[in-house]
T-cell receptor
Framework: AQKITQTQPGMFVQEKEAVTLDCTYDTSDPSYGLFWYKQPSSGEMIFLIYQGSYDQQNATEGRYSLNFQKARKSANLVISASQLGDSAMYFCAMREGRDNYGQNFVFGPGTRLSVLP | GAGVSQSPSNKVTEKGKDVELRCDPI?????LYWYRQRLGQGLEFLIYFQGNSAPDKSGLPSDRFSAERTGESVSTLTIQRTQQEDSAVYLCASSRSTGADKGNQPQHFGDGTRLSIL
């Protein structure tokens, strides 16, 4: 079974508008972390934002925010005021593990975001 | 540099040859991961090292693939008798992991090795 699901293979957004990229996850571990990464066409993986399973508030980092709905097991990424440079693949990832070990990362299939001028 | 370093950045080789890919993690990062990414695809987990514990090899696609890491230092991924299907970008990532950590340490990725099998 897929642990991370990203149902949108591709998304388009107009420059300066907000966009939401969906991510749902599956885990029985009470302690986990959720991450979003950006991969531009140049290929590097860039860490964007983190949400912990015990965090009471939604994470925010500049124009990025995470809409964390724990009961629904969703961790959607919201990008406000889209810029042309936001065009990239976006990966949602989860890290499970109560302690130092067993902390493997699982990545979703990704969503390709295209920002239109 | 303080980032994850991978070498070579590009490798072209003939089918049937062995290749060795190198990853130098960020100093102090106990966890190290290898992934394969085929063109236009997501990340495929290969292997995970955590300190001196036995590695998680559950993602290795065949016995032609192996990886080593000594302690918390450099790792090498070896592919024997390469096949055309092995053509991909091989990404290495490392992350910190401490006793107080509850999983909030992100992975830091290298730039990858682009492997092309002729």
């Amino acid at each position: 079974a897929q642990k991370i699901t990203q149902t949108q293979p591709g998304m388009f957004v107009q420059e300066k508008e907000a966009v939401t990229l969906d991510c749902t996850y599956d885990t029985s571990d009470p302690s986990y972390g959720l991450f979003w990464y950006k991969q531009p066409s140049s290929g590097e993986m860039i860490f964007l934002i983190y949400q912990g399973s015990y965090d009471q508030q939604n994470a925010t980092e500049g124009r990025y925010s995470l809409n964390f709905q724990k009961a629904r097991k969703s961790a959607n990424l919201v990008i406000s005021a889209s810029q042309l440079g936001d065009s990239a693949m976006y990966f949602c990832a989860m890290r499970e593990g109560r302690d130092n070990y067993g902390q493997n990362f699982v990545f979703g299939p990704g969503t390709r975001l295209s920002v239109l001028p | 540099g303080a980032g994850v370093s991978q070498s070579p950045s590009n490798k072209v080789t003939e089918k049937g040859k062995d290749v060795e890919l190198r990853c130098d993690p960020i100093s102090g990062h106990t966890a190290l991961y290898w992934y394969r990414q085929r063109l236009g695809q997501g990340l495929e987990f290969l292997i995970y090292f955590q300190g001196n514990s036995a590695p998680d090899k559950s993602g290795l696609p065949s016995d032609r693939f192996s990886a080593e890491r000594t302690g918390e230092s450099v790792s090498t991924l070896t592919i024997q008798r390469t096949q055309q299907e092995d053509s991909a970008v091989y990404l290495c990532a490392s992350s910190r992991s401490t006793g107080a950590d509850k999983g909030n340490q992100p992975q830091h990725f290298g730039d990858g090795t682009r492997l092309s099998i002729l």
